[in-house]
């Protein structure tokens, strides 16, 4: 068994694209879900995907693990971690890390787990920043720190955020001094066509 699984969030609904699932978009003919695989740096094997509130049929094709959120209530990335954390821990033998993406994310670091593997000894949670801006959604959690966040959400009781969380654990910022960002998500079809001159 693999000591770290990964983690795609990949229920958001889309709407400020037109309700398009960011999942299946392609740029550089390529589904995002398929350039997040391939630069996770994780064996597909053990990549889960938290699909939030979608169907999961709208994922039939894909070979990974497809996680809801644990609750019916839409509170974001949050939500997807708790439900990615649940399905780790029923695994007969749990992993010791998770590292966790937004699936919307096309230029992840190739080295985004490397580099964040070097730093989380010593951490309960590392996460990405970039100057002053941070990326609670692009991290790698000590499976153990967040093991009781299933519980939480369904008891109604997680923080409020990843942003939170990152705070609670003393999760410590790992720096990409890189540009053009390789964290730049996609959220609206100017963001679109702006990632997508850069090329593949």
């Known amino acids: 068994m693999s000591a770290t699984f990964g983690a795609i969030i990949a229920g958001g609904q889309g709407q400020r694209l037109g309700g398009v699932r960011k999942a299946h978009l392609k740029l550089g003919g390529v589904r995002l879900l398929d350039r997040v695989v391939a630069r996770l740096g994780v064996d597909p094997a053990n990549i889960i995907v938290a699909i939030g509130q979608l169907p999961a049929a709208a994922f039939a094709a894909d070979n990974f693990a497809l996680v809801p959120d644990l609750t019916d209530t839409n509170i974001g990335p949050l939500a997807g971690l708790?439900?990615?954390?649940?399905?780790?821990?029923?695994?007969?033998t749990p992993p010791i890390f998770l590292i966790s993406s937004a699936v919307d994310i096309p230029f992840l670091p190739h080295d985004f787990l490397s580099r964040l593997s070097e730093e989380i000894p010593g951490h309960a949670a590392v996460f990405a920043q970039i100057g002053d801006q941070f990326y609670p959604t692009n991290a790698l959690w000590r499976l153990g720190a967040i093991a009781t966040l299933p519980a939480q959400m369904r008891r109604g009781a997680a923080p409020k955020s990843l942003k939170q969380l990152l705070r609670d654990l003393g999760a410590s910022p790992v720096d990409w001094p890189i540009k053009p960002n390789p964290f730049a998500n996609i959220n609206t079809m100017t963001d679109l066509l702006a990632l997508s001159r850069l090329g593949n």
């Open 82 to 92: 708790a439900a990615a954390v649940d399905y780790c821990l029923r695994l007969d």
